[in-house]
């Protein structure tokens, strides 16, 4: 661990935002807040104040464990897919660490040693133990307080910051999962209609999400190149609608966009529950919540990659494939 703090002292950028505690496992550094000269806007579309709150507020639940399910299911996601890479990384970074949801899915073997970042402190109070040496720092994923060309891997789970081209080394290859475009479709419209029919007009209370067709242009626009985009739908079913955003409370996901309405009228969150149970309930009286994931891997290039062939150099065409496939057939 004294060796794992070692190196971290000169991989800080900015070496005063980070005060380390002591060389005992679990415990978080803490790091001074981002430049405050950020406005909100099309750039920035989300309260990073409100988010640091909902999710410090999260891990102090008495049962922080209740609501993870789905992280560790997206983290188990990620970590299937750096298991599918056939090499050691000596310096792994964990962008949105939580409580470790990715971490505790790997060993040593893979991750010789990880530094996990997320913006509030109090995750790092319940964090799950790892066989790995891990720090953890407390920062914005947005202004990450590292050299650039210093880790080997970049994980992340439900987080994406277009910082993480910059902190890896050339070759080195970032995993991550991102929501969807069509996650809580259900409680969305639910609360859409429900607003229309009582208040003449509905505002967005759930954060917006990313669109599959622009994921692969986001992430070619950080830098990233020989991109792999698949995705993945996970359904919960639950009681009802309030015990939906009970749970996404929970998780710390609850809207900070800067545009979200602050409270919705008793007599709306009514409707919106009688309309979510008759267009989606389940039979047994349940309704589902629909999660989408999009995983994503990219790399920082390096001379050493395989480029891709020229143009026009195929010795073989698609239509002599054709013609291969329909002599077996006739066989």
Same mark, same amino acid.
């Given at each position: 661990?004294?060796?794992?703090?070692?190196?971290?002292?000169?991989?800080?950028?900015?070496?005063?935002?980070?005060? $380390?505690?002591?060389?005992?496992?679990?415990r978080?550094?803490?790091?001074?807040?981002?430049?405050?000269?950020?406005?909100?806007?099309? =750039?920035?579309?989300?309260?990073?104040?409100?988010?640091?709150?909902?999710?410090?507020?999260?891990? %102090?639940?008495?049962?922080?464990?209740?609501?993870?399910?789905?992280?560790?299911?997206?983290?188990?996601?990620?970590?299937?897919?750096?298991?599918?890479?056939? =090499? &050691?990384?000596?310096?792994?970074?964990?962008?949105?660490?939580?409580?470790?949801?990715?971490?505790?899915?790997?060993?040593?073997?893979?991750?010789?040693?990880?530094?996990?970042?997320?913006?509030?402190?109090?995750?790092?109070?319940? &964090?799950?133990?790892?066989?790995?040496? &891990?720090?953890?720092?407390?920062?914005?994923?947005?202004?990450?307080?590292?050299?650039?060309? @210093?880790?080997?891997?970049?994980?992340?789970?439900?987080?994406?910051?277009?910082?993480?081209?910059?902190?890896?080394?050339?070759?080195?290859?970032?995993?991550?999962?991102?929501?969807?475009?069509? @996650?809580?479709?259900?409680?969305?419209?639910s609360?859409?209609?429900?607003? %229309?029919?009582?208040e003449?007009?509905?505002?967005?209370?759930?954060?917006?999400?990313?669109?599959?067709?622009?994921?692969?242009?986001?992430?070619s626009?950080?830098?990233?190149?020989? $991109? @792999?985009?698949? @995705?993945?739908?996970? !359904?919960?079913?639950?009681?009802?609608?309030?015990?939906?955003?009970?749970?996404?409370?929970?998780?710390?996901?609850?809207?900070?966009?800067?545009?979200?309405?602050?409270?919705?009228?008793?007599?709306?969150?009514?409707?919106a529950?009688?309309?979510?149970?008759?267009?989606?309930?389940?039979?047994?009286?349940?309704?589902?919540?629909?999660?989408?994931?999009?995983?994503?891997?990219?790399?920082?290039?390096?001379?050493?990659?395989?480029?891709?062939?020229?143009?026009?150099?195929? &010795?073989?065409?698609?239509?002599d494939?054709?013609?291969?496939?329909?002599? $077996?057939? !006739?066989?």
């Amino acid at each position: 661990m004294l060796e794992l703090r070692e190196h971290l002292d000169t991989v800080l950028r900015h070496r005063v935002w980070v005060v $380390l505690y002591g060389a005992v496992p679990g415990r978080a550094a803490a790091a001074a807040p981002p430049p405050s000269g950020a406005s909100p806007g099309a =750039r920035r579309p989300f309260d990073r104040r409100l988010k640091r709150k909902q999710k410090n507020w999260a891990a %102090l639940r008495p049962r922080p464990a209740e609501c993870e399910y789905l992280r560790d299911e997206v983290g188990g996601g990620v970590a299937d897919r750096v298991l599918d890479i056939p =090499r &050691t990384f000596p310096l792994a970074l964990d962008l949105g660490s939580g409580r470790g949801y990715i971490a505790r899915h790997l060993n040593q073997e893979v991750i010789e040693k990880l530094v996990q970042v997320d913006i509030a402190e109090n995750v790092f109070k319940t &964090t799950v133990e790892s066989e790995i040496p &891990t720090v953890s720092v407390v920062a914005d994923e947005e202004f990450l307080p590292f050299k650039e060309d @210093t880790f080997d891997l970049v994980v992340s789970s439900l987080r994406y910051a277009m910082i993480i081209h910059q902190v890896l080394k050339p070759d080195g290859v970032f995993i991550g999962a991102m929501f969807g475009g069509d @996650t809580l479709y259900e409680l969305r419209c639910s609360l859409q209609l429900a607003e %229309l029919e009582r208040e003449g007009g509905f505002s967005p209370h759930v954060s917006p999400f990313v669109a599959v067709s622009d994921l692969g242009h986001l992430l070619s626009r950080a830098g990233f190149n020989t $991109l @792999t985009v698949d @995705t993945d739908e996970i !359904q919960v079913n639950y009681p009802g609608l309030f015990e939906v955003m009970e749970d996404l409370q929970g998780m710390g996901e609850s809207n900070c966009s800067w545009n979200r309405k602050p409270l919705l009228h008793r007599d709306t969150m009514l409707a919106a529950a009688a309309i979510y149970q008759e267009i989606y309930g389940n039979s047994d009286g349940s309704v589902p919540a629909t999660f989408q994931i999009f995983y994503m891997i990219g790399w920082k290039f390096h001379e050493s990659q395989a480029k891709p062939a020229q143009r026009g150099s195929a &010795t073989v065409s698609l239509g002599d494939l054709a013609k291969i496939d329909k002599l $077996l057939h !006739q066989k």
